[in-house]
């Protein structure tokens, strides 16, 4: 494992932690997208159903295990234990207008057309979207909590690691992936906007706002 990989999955692990310690200390979800933690949730289930047929490393299956774990946990904490903080009139993009599209791309292009390299498709190309409900859901509001700012930033530090990890790959060990790849780039790209206003802003003490 190279120092990019690591240091993605425990960018991607703080994100994960910041969230849920947000949601339990506040005992509120109050800015927080469901419909992005549903979509996670979904990336992660279809991802790791492998877990079920192969075992590769103590490491892989505990990050695999926790990542699912959490997911639900957080859908859990939103949709049920803290529901009525949950602001579902501004959550509102139609997670359809991913989840639809995503697998029809996922079934069209794949390494292979079997039912869990299909499954895995569709979770790479739906995580590279996953997060538009959130930042959708920051603009209608027009603000975002510090706290929520951070697992932004963490999440989106995890996927630019992760493009790092792939190029490494390439060099050193000739593996290369061009979906993964691509569908990184994208997710990073949605991103991009937000890396500046958390340096120019958040960074600085200044509240996060993106423009309605």
Not at 2 to 24: E, M, P, Q, V, Y
Request: proline share 1%.
């Amino acid at each position: 494992m190279n120092i990019f990989r690591l240091t993605g999955d425990l960018s991607h692990l703080a994100a994960i932690i910041i969230l849920l310690l947000k949601i339990w200390k506040t005992r509120s979800c109050a800015g927080i997208s469901g419909k992005s933690q549903i979509l996670f949730a979904l990336v992660f289930t279809t991802r790791y159903l492998d877990l079920l047929t192969s075992f590769i490393s103590l490491y892989n299956t505990t990050m695999k295990v926790i990542y699912i774990g959490c997911a639900y946990a957080t859908v859990y904490l939103i949709y049920m234990k803290f529901k009525a903080t949950y602001d579902g009139n501004h959550d509102s993009f139609r997670m359809e207008f991913l989840v639809v599209p995503v697998g029809g791309l996922a079934c069209l292009v794949n390494h292979d057309f079997s039912f869990l390299e299909i499954l895995w498709t569709f979770s790479i190309y739906l995580e590279s979207v996953a997060i538009l409900p959130q930042l959708f859901m920051i603009s209608k509001t027009g603000e975002a909590e510090t706290i929520t700012t951070h697992y932004l930033f963490f999440l989106g530090l995890y996927r630019a690691l992760y493009l790092f990890n792939w190029i490494w790959r390439f060099y050193f060990e000739g593996f290369f992936d061009m979906i993964a790849i691509v569908a990184g780039m994208v997710q990073t790209i949605l991103y991009c906007d937000f890396f500046y206003l958390y340096v120019t802003k958040v960074l600085k003490g200044k509240k996060l706002s993106l423009p309605a």
